[in-house]
């Protein structure tokens, strides 16, 4: 009798603890569920928050609403750097194998290197289009500069257009390169040196007028890094040489 009393009872625990095992799970779930769509919530919060603040951001900067299509940049100069970019991707190569092909592939095939050069990229494009620009610039009319004379902002296109006058450059022939070696004493080969009269100092300083480097050393005006309303003038030696592999020999060679 004590047996069918234990076991009925064993068997009212089990079932007991079935329906609140089963209960617990429940309530598991949905506290999951909960956190879940409170994490999601949190999230479309988070983002409509910084919508809000990249909205006002770019309002500030650009005086335009953030949408997807202000976001996007639709400059000329956006277009073209994107022109650019796509010219020179190969899509028929993985990325995973070959990333450089990828991102370059077809540059070469695009921008072939012009004659005379000897490298071309997007830096010496740029380079040559700020050639183009400023030399439009001096054949065109005067640098404008704020606070200057008419007569300063000329300067730069006359300096410009004497120096590609070939008809007077001609008719001068050698006569500048004579005056300018007998400015700094004169040259053995010329015939006009006199070892004698030949002073190295007067010379030096001719040449350090002449030019903004000398043979030995260079001065310029040094700022205070303390004080930058203060400068100083200071001298320091010239960079050595360059020097230059010969294809021809092992030795290497000095570049004068």
């Known amino acids: 009798m004590r047996r069918m009393m234990n076991d009925g009872g064993g068997q009212e625990n089990k079932r007991w603890s079935k329906i609140y095992c089963s209960r617990f799970l429940a309530v598991l779930l949905v506290i999951s569920m909960i956190h879940v ?11 409509h928050g910084w919508n809000k603040i990249r909205s006002s951001i770019y309002a500030q900067a650009t005086g335009k609403t953030n949408t997807h299509s202000s976001m996007v940049c639709k400059t000329t100069e956006c277009i073209e750097a994107a022109s650019q970019i796509n010219s020179s991707i190969n899509l028929a190569v993985d990325p995973c194998d070959d990333f450089y092909e990828y991102a370059c592939g077809r540059w070469p095939i695009n921008n072939p290197i012009p004659p005379g050069y000897s490298y071309y990229s997007f830096t010496k494009i740029a380079e040559l289009k700020a050639d183009k620009y400023k030399r439009r610039i001096l054949e065109t009319g005067k640098i404008r500069v704020n606070g200057a004379s008419n007569e300063v902002q000329q300067m730069p296109s006359y300096l410009y257009k004497s120096c590609m006058n070939l008809t007077v450059i001609d008719n001068l022939g050698d006569a500048p390169l004579r ?9 053995d080969m010329s015939g006009d040196w006199d070892e004698n009269t030949w002073d190295f100092n007067e010379t030096l ?4 007028k002449l030019e903004s480097e000398g043979p030995f050393f260079k001065v310029g005006i040094i700022s205070n890094n303390c004080c930058r309303s203060r400068a100083s003038c200071g001298d320091k030696p010239r960079s050595p040489p360059l020097h230059i ?6 030795k290497t060679k000095m570049a004068v």
Not at 245 to 250: D, K, T
């Open 37 to 47: 769509a409170a994490s999601q919530n949190k999230r479309r919060f988070l983002e």
């Open 179 to 187: 005056e300018r070696i007998r400015e700094l004493g004169g040259w």
């Open 205 to 208: 300083l001719s040449i350090h």
């Open 245 to 250: 592999s010969s294809p021809f020999s092992a």
